[in-house]
T-cell receptor
Framework: DAMVIQNPRYQVTQFGKPVTLSCSQTLNHNVMYWYQQKSSQAPKLLFHYYDKDFNNEADTPDNFQSRRPNTSFCFLDIRSPGLGDAAMYLC??????????FGSGTRLTVV | AQTVTQSQPEMSVQEAETVTLSCTYDTSESDYYLFWYKQPPSRQMILVIRQEAYKQQNATENRFSVNFQKAAKSFSLKISDSQLGDAAMYFCAYRSANAGNMLTFGGGTRLMVKP
């Protein structure tokens, strides 16, 4: 059974139209992460929540925001998607920063 | 800052043969963890194997084993009896035991398995 669930698997959005990607987990992990992965590249950390504390990576564009309303859910909001934001977005969780459990990802297409 | 380098963008192996994927890293820390993740075409990142730096014994998980050389900062993955299902991107990753949260990935190696 999937423990880190990302919906949808594929998302198509229009250039400049806000889009939200969702992640939920059944592991009760206190840390949740969002990664961006472009084709044939390593995942790049955008930000993470350690419990309720939000930690943004220095080079994450302002266009990317995140919300974590409770332990189980975390959302990635892209306010004005550009063509360069087309990528796979991976959600991951961990207990206190230990081994990550990854979701299957959401592939975002910007048209 | 830590860096992780995978010098082989692509590797190919014949089914049932053995293949070794290379990984080197750079760190000034003495306590850390190293990982190999597999990412098949379905794209879910799966943990293959993990090594604690303080352990001298190389980690093994069924057909997967590592050659951890701490002094050389090398962490290679050996896949024995390769199967078609092993075809995937493989990422080597480093995590400090102290900082807790940062997971530094290498650039990945695409493994192809020939029938």
């Amino acid at each position: 059974d999937a423990m880190v669930i990302q919906n949808p698997r594929y998302q198509v959005t229009q250039f400049g139209k806000p889009v939200t990607l969702s992640c939920s987990q059944t592991l009760n992990h206190n840390v949740m992460y969002w990664y961006q992965q472009k084709s044939s590249q390593a995942p790049k950390l955008l930000f993470h929540y350690y419990d309720k504390d939000f930690n943004n990576e220095a080079d994450t564009p302002d266009n990317f925001q995140s919300r974590r309303p409770n332990t189980s859910f975390c959302f990635l909001d892209i306010r004005s998607p550009g063509l360069g934001d087309a990528a796979m977005y991976l959600c991951a969780t961990s207990r206190d920063g230990r081994t990550r459990s990854f979701g299957s990802g959401t592939r975002l297409t910007v048209v | 800052a830590q860096t992780v380098t995978q010098s082989q963008p692509e590797m190919s192996v014949q089914e049932a043969e053995t293949v070794t994927l290379s990984c080197t890293y750079d760190t000034s820390e003495s306590d850390y963890y190293l990982f190999w993740y597999k990412q098949p075409p379905s794209r879910q990142m799966i943990l293959v194997i993990r090594q604690e730096a303080y352990k001298q014994q190389n980690a093994t998980e069924n057909r997967f084993s590592v050659n951890f050389q701490k002094a050389a900062k090398s962490f290679s993955l050996k896949i024995s009896d390769s199967q078609l299902g092993d075809a995937a991107m493989y990422f080597c990753a480093y995590r400090s035991a102290n900082a807790g949260n940062m997971l530094t990935f290498g650039g990945g190696t695409r493994l192809m398995v020939k029938p």
